[in-house]
């Protein structure tokens, strides 16, 4: 978000970049802050989602000293990306908006938006938010609510909410065809759809020298097959990586990045856990020291971690899921069905075979390609101009 204000800046723009003062930390940047609510009204809000199942129905007064400052700044385009952090009221915001006749592009990071609780559906197979969600099956599950089950007003709140912007004067921007496509059997179905990926800083994921990174973790010459995540659950495929661990031969190794002490406990003992790494130059060298990318994930949206190992010459093994599958092409590496582990290991033992030579040119080809941030930002970019009619 700062970096395409930036861009922005240098296109002849200004830029101000609102943000919740309680909850979230900002970088350094050239845009103007606009910081929204404080560590109080986050926590009340933090209250009313875990009690009442009422995320996004709190800081009313917070959200009403944003829009006054909104107004003050007169904005020719308002560039939504998430607002479901414990800082806004979309019924306030959402009612501000749909009257005051400036183009919105709201990027589509998740399916918060047109769900009736949760932020992904597909590990338990939940499409009640096609007519209207109803006994939340991830009541549970962020943005947890401890007693109360709101999600079918939930649902009802933010289709009136939402659906009230003008069809002509909301720009959704999903970051996969994968999301789009859902988003297009829910209530936005009808407005304008733009796909945009995300990028990523090409630079800093970049083929390097494996040498020093293998002695550190003591891989030695083992076939790597890596997976990374910030957080390791379910759904991220922690059960199948284990599974994998069993049918390793001597000559392969697993190393997974996020590791909390618990979870290391479960690892086996051909499964290097590691907690994060030094650096991000540290995290490329790994993606380039692994022979396959493997990410067993069972939902998710536009996997950054598949960009950053194409980037570093390592091509993706991943399950269909989502949007997980698009960066995945037939010299990037391979897709296989849901659930099958084995055909996980399968696959990156074709990689193996052919060398990881074979891949290395053609993944960085293909992220220089298609991945580089400038280039996803220049988009943004591009869509303000043909709002505004400039340029």
Sequence with gaps: MQEIGELAIRNGWESYIAYSR???????????????????SVAWHGVKTRLLDAHGLASSGATRQFIRRMEQIKPDVIHIHNIHGYFLNYRILFDYLAKCDI?????????????????YYSYVRCNRWQEGCHDCPQRGLFPTSLWHDR?????????????SMPKDR???????????SEMQQSFFRGYDFR?????????AFQVYDSTEVRKKYGLGNKHVLLGVASIWSKEKGLDDFIQMAERLREDELIVLVGVKPEERKRLPGKVVGIARTENIRQLAELYAAADAFINPTWQDNYPTVNMEAIACGTPVV?????????????ETGFVVEQGDWQGLLEAA????QRGKAYYQGRCREYALAHFKKEDRYADYIRLYDELTMRG
């Excluded at 999600?151 to 659906?163: C, L």
């Excluded at 796909?195 to 630079?203: M, R, S």
């Excluded at 991943?318 to 037939?330: L, Q």
């Excluded at 033992?349 to 193996?352: A, F, G, I, L, T």
């Design 349 to 352: 033992r074709q990689v193996e």
């Design 22 to 40: 309680g909850r979230d930390g900002i970088k350094p940047c050239t845009s103007k802050l606009v910081p929204v609510g404080n560590k109080w």
């Design 318 to 330: 991943t399950y269909r899921t989502g949007g997980s599958v698009e960066a995945v092409t037939e």
């Design 151 to 163: 999600s079918e007003q939930n649902y009802e709140d933010k289709r009136k909410a939402f659906t």
């Design 195 to 203: 796909v945009i990926h995300n990028g990523i800083n090409t630079e």
């Design 170 to 180: 909301l720009v959704m921007v999903p970051v996969s065809e994968w999301i789009k």
């Design 103 to 119: 183009p919105v592009v709201w990027t589509v990071h998740d399916c918060w938006l047109y769900t009736g609780h949760c932020y």
